[in-house]
């Protein structure tokens, strides 16, 4: 049981968009910048999003991330069949001290 | 450009201590404002944080590992190690290295290593 609670599947045509949630609480995510990886099959994750929104370096704009409360969204526009991934968000539990994360979202692209 | 690597025994038996060492090239591990962690994966399963350390020897871990987790640095050879205690079965993941933000509010990995696979048998 993941402390953060992520949809187990996704999928949406290739073009379309789709989008990921991620909810926690105020101990996590309510007071903590989010973060979100890429996990593509039989590889390392690899960082989407820092800071909620923030893009590093290489990373497509049709990647977007937002927090609003105890919730947070990944969004992916234009969508590729080299997006089916895992997708996991990730962030500091005070309550915890500790690093969670979601129980990952597995994006398929139709 | 910033590269880590994991190494160390891919079979560790139960009850033993489980050992593995990131090396860090292209940069340097006593890079101020970055720290240097691990962080696990079950089979099938999702993402543990174990810990993290800064060049300087401080260290943040999951308190749920942290009676087992030891995490040092060797500057010298611009490394750092894990050690987990009386492995078990549940321990069987693969184990990633990576560098991270101070563990606090706005944590993340930006740099990951390719990951290595750990089984624990007798």
New interface residues.
């Given amino acids: 049981q ?1 402390v953060l609670t992520q949809p187990p599947s996704v999928s949406a045509a290739p073009g379309q968009k789709v989008t990921i949630s991620c909810s926690g609480s105020s101990s996590n995510i309510g ?3 989010v ?1 979100w ?1 890429q996990q593509l099959p039989g ?5 989407l999003i ?2 909620n929104s923030k893009r ?1 370096s290489g990373i497509p704009d049709r990647f977007s991330g937002s927090k609003s409360g105890t919730s947070a969204t990944l969004g992916i526009t234009g969508l590729q069949t080299g997006d089916e991934a895992d997708y ?1 968000c ?3 539990d ?1 309550s ?9 979202t597995k994006l398929t692209v139709l | 450009q910033l590269q880590l690597q994991e190494s160390g025994p891919g079979l560790v038996k139960p009850s033993e201590t489980l050992s593995l060492t990131c090396t860090v090239s292209g940069g340097s591990i006593s890079s101020s404002s970055y720290y240097w962690g691990w962080i696990r994966q079950p089979p099938g399963m999702g993402l543990e944080w174990i810990g993290s350390i800064y060049y300087s020897g401080s260290t943040y871990y999951n308190p749920s590992l942290k009676s087992r987790v030891t995490i040092s640095v060797d500057t010298s050879k611009n490394q750092f190690s894990l050690k987990l205690s009386s492995v078990t079965a549940a321990d069987m993941a693969v184990y990633y290295c990576g560098r991270t933000t101070t563990p606090g509010y706005y944590y993340y990995m930006d740099v990951w290593g390719k990951g290595t696979t750990v089984t624990v048998s007798s």
């Fill in positions: 993941s007071n903590n910048y973060s990886y590889t390392a994750p690899k960082l820092s800071e590093p996991y990730g962030t500091w005070g915890l001290s500790a690093v969670v994360f979601g129980g990952g």
